[in-house]
């Protein structure tokens, strides 16, 4: 006999079990046949105790289940806790039983202290964007729909997946939704499920590559793990001016889109800067595209989320043969989901699924089930419209409080705004905010290294990612950090 499992009592750790209890815990041991059978158990034991893998306090089971478990005699297992109780590794007494002592630690040799990676910053408030109150998940919604999801769930679903598309029942709830609230032209067989936007990207900018594109658009503001993403796989990328009334798209027919295979927008909701790309620009881009057999990528990050004014669909409404749209549940639900989608073109849909693989292993099964039936069921549109409401007295009570002060744009949507600062005050307001412990970006951050933009002192400010219950308190640090 040489490996042996035993139930340990898992009273030391927390989580119940003492006398009687049926839980335990399994613990492997090596028992050297080499060494005799006492011999090798006390020392299996001795290092499962020094090591730490038997934590202090851990109440070995009864001699007559130990030797029960591992198949040998009850007297061989009682000699070999007398032993070790002996030298201090355990302790026996009188109805608390058999455990492992206080002081045997794990002993670890010098230089092997463990390496600790720094967590980031935490401040009392934030107002960083891109995240929106994760307080206000509808948890109890989407537990209904979870079970109504596993109660209905067909058995394949537990299994490997192997369309790499995704869940056809999350694509097809996807296609009816995005038709209907974003003007997405979008057949469930050329959706394509992802991990999020980030994913999405990755897959993309492989496909681009190896179609041997260089170089792609993208916004003069955005986020740098976008631009850190594509210049990964090898893609250069180029700025493109942006103002108020989005990106410069006409831009495209110059030098910024001569050599360029793609260009990535955020039409919608230009992120950071708030404006919408307008209709003429809008064609401009799609134009662009169609002339020189270009690909857009939309990213529609927040579309749901407009207050003034109607609605603005999607870009791929105009051209769903050239424009690749990005979806994901990130800012209408939660990032930690993990869960995004892609609308691709014909052209494009057997290289994206072939850059994802023959298996879907990037979303959980189950919850793709449990988003198509929440979508399905209503409780989307409802979780949105109340958010909806909920961003927008937010977005008024911020415009409110700095009416006066600072000049407030890109407002007409989103989770965010940006704060125009008078000259000369950014570098204080930055200070004065980290003297409140708030969190907040200034709109360089988001600038490109390469692009030509006139310089603008301004904070982008996430009125969305705040729990309600630090809402005040934190719009309250913002004004005490204003100029």
Known sequence: MTDSWATFDAEADGTGGGAGSDFGADLHLDLSAGRGLRAGLVEALREAARSGRLAPGTRLPSSRSFAADLGIARNTVAEAYAELVAEGWLTARQGSGTRVAERARPLRPAGSARVRHPSPKRHSYSLVPGTPDLGAFPRAAWL??????????????????????????????????????????????????????????????????????????VEGYGLYMHRETLTRAGLRTRPLAVDDAGARTPDLSGPVGAGAGAVLLTPAHQFPTGAALTPARRAAAVDWARSTGGIIVEDDYDGEFRYDGQSVGALQGLDPDRVVYLGTASKSLAPGLRMGWMVVPPGLLDEVVAAKGRTDWTSSAVDQLTLAEFIRSGAYDRHVRGMRLRYRRRRDELVEAVSGRVAVSGIAAGLHAVLDLPAGTEAAALRSA?????????????????????????????YGTPPTSAWSATLTALLAALP
């Open 434 to 462: 980290a003297w409140q412990d708030l969190a907040v970006v200034p709109l360089s951050f988001f600038a490109h290294p390469d692009a030509e933009l006139p310089r603008r002192e301004a904070l982008v400010v996430g």
């Open 144 to 217: 209904t729909a979870a079970r109504r999801a596993l109660t209905d769930a067909p058995n394949d679903a537990f299994g490997y997946q192997v369309d790499a598309r995704g869940r056809v029942e999350l694509r097809e709830a996807l296609a009816g939704y995005l038709a209907r609230a974003r003007g997405v032209y979008a057949d469930p067989e050329r959706i394509v499920l992802c991990a999020g936007f980030a994913h999405a990207l990755m897959l993309l900018a492989g496909v681009l590559r190896a179609r041997r594109v260089r170089d792609v658009a």
